[in-house]
């Protein structure tokens, strides 16, 4: 339960699910980027992260992982 590992590790799926232009893995790569930074307290980049999730789902039109991301981004709101 390394947060700092786990982001290193998200990130280099992200690189990779970008490089492949697989958006599904690009958003579910963010979804655990932004849950590492919040247990990490970085609550401002995190948001960004979230954000993407919803991003890509708007995008795709693929929406599974909404509600968590809103949820996530409101819990950073009320940390900062």
Do not use: W
């Not at 993407?52 to 900062?80: F, P, R, W």
């Amino acid at each position: 339960q390394d947060p700092e590992k786990a982001f290193v590790e998200f990130k280099t799926a992200l690189e990779l699910a970008q490089s492949l232009n697989d958006r599904i893995r690009e958003k579910k790569a963010a979804r655990g980027l932004g849950a590492s930074l919040q247990r990490q307290g970085k609550y401002r980049e995190a948001i960004k992260y979230h954000s993407m999730v919803l991003d890509i789902s708007a995008q795709e039109g693929e929406t599974s992982g909404n509600t968590e991301a809103y949820g996530a981004i409101a819990d950073c709101y009320t940390e900062i």
